[in-house]
T-cell receptor, first 112, second 114 residues
Framework: QKEVEQNSGPLSVPEGAIASLNCTYSDRGSQSFFWYRQYSGKSPELIMSIYSNGDKEDGRFTAQLNKASQYVSLLIRDSQPSDSATYLCAVFSSGSARQLTFGSGTQLTVLP | DGGITQSPKYLFRKEGQNVTLSCEQNLNHDAMYWYRQDPGQGLRLIYYSQIVNDFQKGDIAEGYSVSREKKESFPLTVTSAQKNPTAFYLC?????????????FGPGTRLLVL
């Protein structure tokens, strides 16, 4: 069973702070990693994708990947109340079951 | 206006009834997917299709059926065999099935049982 684990939260940070969201995965052969943001009652939207070890920055968002530790994280700098949402980590599995496996999500609240 | 549309937004099912959820995309994507989301949980894959007239079961295909007669369309039928169908159903598409292909989601259909 390929698993993707996230802390469910809720995670609360004050406006302007850095929010750190974490994700671990069990399949060592996983090739690609995605962070989606989901507002309450809405569908997920892609925030970041990362395929190789290290950091990838896009505006206020930074994704970090460590394949040796099977760990991927998302940092949100200068957090805004509009960042309040559930963040889903998704991992593309290798082998016969070539599919995206989602974690259960971390609920983030940014306090004004 | 390119994107993925799902209809209806809300759907009510009576016991023993089959219902069909619509998913259409005009992104010219080859791959399409159906996911189910239960409250406080991540998405679970029901079915996916890489090309027209071909589809594969995901992790929770029992009680569901799909067809892919056109590239643009991938309807999902929730059959009476699905005993716990209440959930948020999400359709997604990507250019192809592959590790670096981003999946884009439609707005979802919320299915409720009467």
């Amino acid at each position: 069973q390929k698993e993707v684990e996230q802390n469910s939260g809720p995670l609360s940070v004050p406006e302007g702070a850095i929010a750190s969201l974490n994700c671990t995965y069990s399949d060592r052969g996983s090739q690609s990693f995605f962070w989606y943001r989901q507002y309450s009652g809405k569908s997920p939207e892609l925030i970041m994708s990362i395929y190789s070890n290290g950091d990838k920055e896009d505006g206020r968002f930074t994704a970090q990947l460590n394949k040796a530790s099977q760990y991927v994280s998302l940092l949100i700098r200068d957090s805004q109340p509009s960042d309040s949402a559930t963040y889903l980590c998704a991992v593309f599995s290798s082998g016969s079951a070539r599919q995206l496996t989602f974690g259960s999500g971390t609920q983030l609240t940014v306090l004004p | 206006d390119g994107g993925i549309t799902q209809s209806p937004k809300y759907l009510f099912r009576k016991e023993g009834q089959n219902v069909t959820l619509s998913c259409e995309q005009n992104l010219n994507h080859d791959a399409m997917y159906w996911y189910r989301q239960d409250p406080g949980q991540g998405l679970r894959l029901i079915y996916y299709s890489q090309i027209v007239n071909d589809f594969q079961k995901g992790d929770i295909a029992e009680g569901y059926s799909v067809s892919r007669e056109k590239k643009e369309s991938f309807p999902l039928t929730v059959t009476s065999a699905q005993k716990n169908p209440t959930a948020f159903y999400l359709c997604a598409s990507s250019i192809a099935l592959g590790p670096q292909e981003t999946q884009y989601f439609g707005p979802g259909t919320r299915l409720l049982v009467l």
